[in-house]
């Protein structure tokens, strides 16, 4: 069974980075690709990015293309969201996401497995 958990968020300013971490506690991380989500309140969970099982794949939103990068470790059963030029539009709970397939996908219903969550606050 996965279990994900995020840890990483905090409050920052504006232009500051950050890195997210999600650790898998279960079985099945070296064979799932994982995306990370975000979202505030009163909207619908907002894809990041994501990115294969082998990591040879990664996708970005238009919003955070060329600032974040993300990137896993398979021996550590970890991925990470590495987030540079931070901006106030980025504040959100950043959770990451596993799915049972070995490629990417943006959408938020093809994942199956969720971490708690991770705050991340951008002041201006």
Known sequence: ??????S???????GGSLRLSCADSGRTFS??????????PGKDREFVASIS???????YA????DRFTISRDNAK??????MSGLKPEDTAVYYCAARRSVL???????????GQGTQVIVSS
């Open 1 to 6: 069974q996965v279990q994900l958990v995020e």
């Open 8 to 14: 990483g968020g905090e409050l920052v300013q504006a």
């Open 31 to 40: 064979n799932s690709a994982m995306g990370w989500f975000r979202q505030v």
């Open 53 to 59: 099982w082998s990591g040879g794949r990664t996708d």
């Open 62 to 65: 238009d919003s955070v293309k």
């Open 77 to 82: 059963s970890t991925m990470y969201l590495q």
């Open 104 to 114: 990417t996908s943006s959408w938020y219903d093809e994942y199956d497995y969720w």
